[in-house]
């Protein structure tokens, strides 16, 4: 899922047991998994960027 970081986040994937943390800022916008995206939304420091259409490009 493509996201935009309006915040720094950072992230800890549960698979992971707390080893591994990664540290988004503010105004990146990549691809990220559907977990972390969903975190990062419901915690206000994220928006989804939704993709445009071929045909609704101008």
Do not use: H, N
């Amino acid at each position: 899922m493509r996201v935009r970081f309006i915040a720094d986040f950072d992230w800890s994937p549960a698979e992971r047991q707390g080893r591994v943390t990664v540290a988004y800022k503010a105004g990146m916008e990549l691809r990220v998994t559907r977990v972390c995206a969903a975190a990062a939304i419901e915690a206000g420091k994220a928006e989804a960027i939704v993709r445009k259409k071929p045909d609704e490009r101008g």
